[in-house]
């Protein structure tokens, strides 16, 4: 029988490209069964530099989930049930600035919701809250992403801190004119699958970072080839590796250096419904979430 494992405080959820956590030990998967159904996948955890971990592979380690249909809440509720409070969330995506070039890295501050086939929230079916999203990447966690990254030897590599992504819900990339579009509503990347991910783990009570892997300049550079998948994958595994060791730094500086995240008490506010006016079956849902 395997040992019991530790705790796993930190997650980090891999996008295109980024199916599997370099350096992981000890792994175990666990099928983790949730009122939302299956998540994408099974949930990795294990030992990274003696940390634990859990990791997901956000469109299935075959990557055969399109953005719509990535189950956001099974991943969210799945991670948070086995402990995570601080997720890290790598993404590729387009650039819709000159400055921010292929190769780069983001790491976006805001988000704009331009999806529509998505369910995005837990709350409903008998239990209320409107969680405050004004800031929807937890700062802290943010700036030790950039701590981590400043750390690593990345010649040529290029992290911008804040930034607005523009999600939207694919799978086909923008025409010109919804690029232009992105662009001037002031979105800096564009892609697909960032929410509801990250109102998501704001409802779990999870601090949320996002790491924005920049693969092409969409469409709206007239002087630049359009995006196509075989671009923004080859740019993205050319980068991936880059994310893992920006990914390990960060892991370790957070068990180094825990941070306080407001994420963790989204719910003392903004919870509507008392807990005793919830079905058995309701309050159990939420007590995930409120952990």
């Known amino acids: 029988m395997h040992a019991p494992i530790d705790i796993p405080r930190l997650g980090i959820i891999g996008g295109s490209g980024l199916y599997a956590m370099d350096g992981l030990q ?14 994408s996948d099974a949930l990795v955890t294990g030992m990274l530099d003696g ?19 990535v189950p956001y809440r099974a991943n969210i509720y799945a991670l948070k049930s086995l402990g995570v409070r601080a997720l890290l969330s790598i993404s590729a995506v387009g650039s819709l600035r000159e400055h921010l070039a292929p190769l780069d890295m983001v790491l976006p501050d805001q988000f704009i919701d331009l999806t529509r086939q998505r369910a995005s929230t837990f709350f409903g079916d ?11 990447v937890c700062g802290a ?5 950039a ?63 996002t790491l924005a892997l920049v693969t092409d300049y ?13 671009m923004a994958i080859a740019n993205l595994l050319r980068n991936a590796a880059h994310a893992q060791t920006v990914a390990r730094r960060w892991v370790a ?5 825990p941070i306080s995240s407001a994420a963790h008490t989204a719910l003392q506010s903004a919870l509507v419904t008392r807990t005793e006016s919830m079905t058995p079956e309701v309050r159990a849902r939420i007590a995930v979430l409120l952990a």
Do not use: K
Not at 222 to 228: I, Y
């Open 141 to 145: 966690l943010m700036a030790r992403v």
């Open 26 to 39: 000890d792994l175990r998967e666990h099928a983790v069964q949730t009122p939302y159904g299956p998540p």
């Open 147 to 209: 701590e981590a990254f400043a750390q690593c030897d990345l010649p040529g590599v290029r992290l911008h801190s804040g930034g607005v992504y523009a999600c939207i819900e694919g799978p086909a990339f923008s025409t010109r004119a919804e690029s232009h579009m992105l662009r001037g509503m002031g979105g800096d990347v564009v892609g697909m699958t960032n929410l509801p991910e990250a109102r998501l783990a704001r409802e779990a009570q999870m601090a949320y970072a």
């Open 126 to 136: 008998g239990a209320v809250a409107h969680v405050a999203m004004a800031d929807p």
């Open 253 to 257: 500086l957070m068990h180094a250096h």
């Open 51 to 69: 940390v634990a971990v859990a990791f997901l592979a956000r469109h299935g380690r075959g990557h055969t989930l399109i953005p719509s249909e």
């Open 218 to 230: 969409d469409c709206w550079h007239t002087s630049r080839e359009a995006v196509s998948a075989e």
